[in-house]
């Protein structure tokens, strides 16, 4: 696991003067928990702990079927950034006409290659294709989305594997930028295996200690239950969700949400309206899209080191 020192965070109350009035406190702005300088650290970190262990062979894989534009950004930036960190990595495709049986047998060679230590199955698959069959090929070790039920029930049992890349970024965010979870409450919007229901575990697992709360689109007073929390995170996808009304002064605010709108990518929260009332908040684009890029690296190095790299 990389170890970050967490930031010198202040939460200064900075007073104006103005001649012949009291000192008024400004308008306190949140801290921006920024996604991308937190993924170009772990990066830097990753290279610098490959550089050390004499840059062994680690290599992440990813498969990509179909020709969806922003699964070809992801899969992209990940290389990208792979590369960056000394890592080896290669893309395999399939067209989106392809058979279950052709995504079955790419992704059975690659889990059985021993040149290949991690294996990304880019999400979503074509919708003719048996995603749960697929996955269910890849074995735990070198599952770096962490997405099979082998590796979501080591995490439920506390057992070392690897974590969904998403809900790890959420934690180095928090861990980065001093955010307090023991004792406090999060609410975490959407339930997910990707996202809501791994992120819910973590959250409340020992060392960070959280009392997490799942909600959903069942969930009644959603605006009173997140006000109520000291960390409100939302992943329902839904643009602008979460506002004024769901944020107490203060409160840590996490979007994982990504909505593709007229006036670009926005996420489930409704940033200008919170920004005088939240005490740190990701931004969308740049908070947690960045830092499931960083996480995704971080468990090629897990996974790694499960089949014996000495790293
Ligand atoms: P899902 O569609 O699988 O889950 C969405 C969840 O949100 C569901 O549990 C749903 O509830 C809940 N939900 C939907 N509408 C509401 C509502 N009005 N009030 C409360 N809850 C609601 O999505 P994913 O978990 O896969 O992804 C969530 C979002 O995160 C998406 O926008 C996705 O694009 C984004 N994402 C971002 C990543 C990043 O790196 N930033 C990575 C992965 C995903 P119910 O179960 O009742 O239907």
Excluded: W
């Excluded at 290279?47 to 899969?75: F, K, N, W």
């Excluded at 999400?123 to 074995?139: E, F, G, I, K, M």
């Excluded at 594997?161 to 307090?180: F, S």
């Amino acid at each position: 696991m990389i170890r970050l020192e967490p930031p010198r965070v202040a939460y200064h109350l900075h007073m104006t003067t103005v001649p012949g009035t009291f000192p008024q406190p400004e308008v306190q702005k949140p801290v921006l928990m920024d996604g991308n300088a937190l993924r170009d650290l772990i990066v830097e970190q990753i290279g610098a702990r490959m550089a050390a262990a004499g840059s062994p062979h680690v290599c992440l894989a990813t498969v990509l079927i179909g020709e969806d534009g922003p699964s070809q950004t992801y899969v992209r930036n990940k290389h990208k950034f792979a590369a960056k960190a000394g890592l080896v990595s290669r893309n395999e495709t399939l067209p989106a006409n392809c058979t279950q049986g052709e995504a079955e047998a790419l992704v059975a060679s690659l889990a059985a290659d021993p040149t290949v230590h991690g294996i990304l199955v880019q999400q979503p698959l074509p919708s003719h294709l048996n995603n749960d069959a697929v996955l269910a090929l890849l074995p735990a070790d070198k599952d770096v989305d962490g997405l099979t039920a082998e590796s979501l029930g080591r995490l439920v049992r506390g057992e070392p594997g690897l974590v969904p890349c998403t809900p790890l970024g959420v934690l180095r965010l928090l861990e980065h930028y001093g955010i307090a979870t023991a004792g406090k409450h999060a609410v975490i919007v959407g339930r997910s295996t990707l996202v809501g229901t791994p992120l819910a575990i973590l959250l409340s697992r020992k060392g960070v200690d959280a009392t997490a709360t799942i909600a959903h689109s069942r969930t009644s007073n959603l605006a009173e239950l997140c006000r109520s929390a000291d960390i409100v995170i939302g992943a329902s996808g839904q643009a602008g969700m979460i506002g004024k009304d769901h944020c107490k002064p203060g409160a840590t605010l996490i979007d994982v949400g990504i909505s593709r709108t007229e006036k670009g990518i926005v996420g489930d929260i409704d940033f200008d309206a919170v920004q005088n009332i939240a005490g740190a908040i990701t931004p969308m684009p740049g908070g947690t899209g960045p830092m499931t890029i960083a996480c995704l690296l971080e468990n090629t190095l897990t996974a790694a080191a499960l089949q014996g790299v000495k790293i």
